[in-house]
């Protein structure tokens, strides 16, 4: 399974940007699909997750509200929709998936695929 994660770029604070991940190699549906993000120094976090149909999603507290993840089935693709974007918010963004994961899927050593990331940068 491959995942080719893209859509990052430099905005300004206020700004929106759409995260994009495409899925190769497998069956999409059948994985639940997370979003993390690593600044510099900083360990990789969680951003949010969404399962397998897209009706449930899950975000950590720091963006919910501002960020939507959605997901398409039928490209095998989930995004990653930021809003209100914050100099904080600077980190390279990952995608990865996971056939089942524990609860919602907060723990990055869950997943089993990851993307490459796609640096976003906010600036002030």
């Known amino acids: 399974v491959q995942l080719q994660a893209s859509g990052g770029g430099l905005v300004q604070a206020g700004d929106s940007l759409r995260l994009s991940c495409a899925v190769s190699g497998g069956t999409f549906s059948s994985y639940v699909m997370g979003w993390f993000r690593q600044a510099p120094a900083k360990e990789r976090e969680f951003v949010g997750s969404i399962g397998w149909s897209g009706e449930s999603t899950y975000y950590d507290d720091l963006v919910k509200g501002r960020f939507i993840i959605s997901r398409d089935n039928a490209k095998n693709t989930v995004y990653l929709q930021m809003n209100s974007l914050k100099p904080e918010d600077t980190a390279v963004y990952y995608c990865?998936?996971?056939?089942?994961?524990?609860?919602?899927?907060?723990?990055?050593?869950?997943?089993?695929?990851w993307g490459q990331g796609t640096l976003v940068t906010v600036s002030s």
């Open positions: 990865a998936a996971v056939r089942n994961p524990t609860g919602w899927g907060v723990e990055p050593r869950g997943y089993d695929y």
